[in-house]
């Protein structure tokens, strides 16, 4: 990497940690009525929210580590485009969890710097299992993402709205990923993950 790709890359994580995401697309539900949630569900939706934008910032670094090491550039240009989609979401949740007078999860750069390992990891398998690895982890947060509309109070539109569209964009990037030549991952693997998302997201929704 030439040391102005490396000031791009470390710039690129500076922001995604440390500055406040920018959308191009309008939030989702912002012009839908906000409710007035009772102090335990407004804890509970912040908490969820938190989870929300520190998987965000995982995916952030987890696109960046397999971009860097991707072979392909058709590949390349999939994973940054998938990279900005989810920088949208982590400008949705971050406001989110704004609106409802919450604080995003401390422990983000940590989980940024394991994520970014992780993917540069995954990147030099090889692009099929670059891409395998994606697909696993869109599906494992579509999954996690329904959970979440089934725990959120029914009348937050606002938030269910956000969820719901994040939910949309990830179906499409696990769909991308398979469409360019994407790995099934060994059974162990998928579960190693599932086990390691479990703490991360136990672990956001309080810190």
Request: charged residues 25%; negative net charge.
């Amino acid at each position: 990497m030439s040391p102005d790709q490396l000031i791009i890359e470390f710039d690129r994580a500076l922001r995604t940690v440390l500055a406040s995401a920018r959308s191009v697309r309008p939030t989702p539900g912002e012009n839908l009525l906000e409710v007035d949630l009772e102090t335990e569900q407004k804890r509970h939706v912040v908490g969820l929210m938190r989870v929300n934008h520190c998987g965000e910032i995982c995916a952030q670094a987890l696109y960046q580590g397999q971009a860097l090491t991707s072979r392909d550039p058709a590949i390349r240009e999939a994973l940054r485009g998938a990279a900005d989609e989810e920088t949208e979401h982590l400008a949705w949740t971050e406001q989110r969890i704004s609106e409802l007078g919450g604080r995003k999860s401390l422990l983000n750069p940590l989980l940024y710097l394991g994520s970014l390992t992780l993917g540069l990891a995954a990147g030099a398998l090889g692009d099929k299992w670059n891409l395998g690895f994606l697909a696993e982890t869109e599906r494992q947060v579509e999954a996690h993402l329904d959970g979440h509309l089934l725990s959120l109070p029914v009348d937050d539109v606002r938030s269910r709205a956000i969820v719901e569209q994040m939910r949309r964009d990830e179906i499409q990037h696990a769909e991308t990923a398979i469409q360019h030549g994407a790995a099934e991952l060994p059974g162990p693997v998928k579960t190693v993950m599932k086990l390691a998302a479990k703490v991360m997201t136990g672990t956001a929704y309080h810190i």
